[in-house]
């Protein structure tokens, strides 16, 4: 008969092997493919939803601009540089986030953060009709959301602002003019 103590071991260093496979696995499971991740970046739609955030980028873009030269008075050829500069930076940033250009971002990004078990999952909720109604309805989805938010925002902002009201400001004391200073040879 086998000492209890032995077996008891053998079992805890059975149990410890399959814990430390078990906690390893994530690390051997294999990766997805590039065919893989573009079918799920089909299904999630995700080269139309890129295309949709030039134009909020050239909108910031313009504000920027507009807020850097407001009331800056400049000559034909000044403004005409100026617009120059700005259709160059859209251009950049069009080509930066092109399809061609993410793509390549996309595969290694989701290569680096799925499993291909993950990624063929989630293609599989996307490719569903609750996924694709998801898809839909996600910027309605994130307006309301963002509603919701300014909503809390706004009675928070109100008590900042009465809590920076109580805030006691002493005036600075005076300054003296500096004192003539005397030459000495």
Not at 54 to 81: I, L, N, R, S, Y
Request: no cysteine; glycine share 2%; aromatic share 4%.
């Amino acid at each position: 008969m086998p000492h209890p103590t032995s077996t008891t071991a053998r079992a805890l260093s059975r149990l410890l092997l399959a814990l430390a496979l078990a906690a390893s696995a994530p690390a051997f499971a294999a990766e997805p493919t590039d065919a893989d991740i573009d079918r799920l970046l089909k299904a999630s739609r995700a080269e139309s939803l890129l295309a949709g955030v030039v134009p909020q980028m050239e909108a910031v873009q313009q504000q920027e601009f507009d807020k850097h030269f407001a009331g800056k008075e400049m000559t034909e050829e000044q403004k005409a540089e100026v617009a120059r500069i700005q259709a160059k930076t859209q251009e950049i940033v069009r080509k930066a986030l092109s399809w061609e250009e993410m793509r390549p971002v996309y595969l290694d990004v989701y290569k680096k953060t799925y499993t291909r078990e993950d990624v063929r999952a989630i293609t599989k909720f996307y490719e569903s009709a609750a996924g694709q109604r998801m898809l839909d309805k996600n910027p309605a989805l994130m307006q309301n959301i963002m509603t919701a938010v300014q909503q809390k925002m706004v009675p928070m902002l109100a008590e900042l602002q009465a809590e920076i009201k109580n805030i006691p400001v002493t005036p600075p004391p005076p300054v003296s003019p500096p004192q003539k200073r005397r030459r000495t040879r």
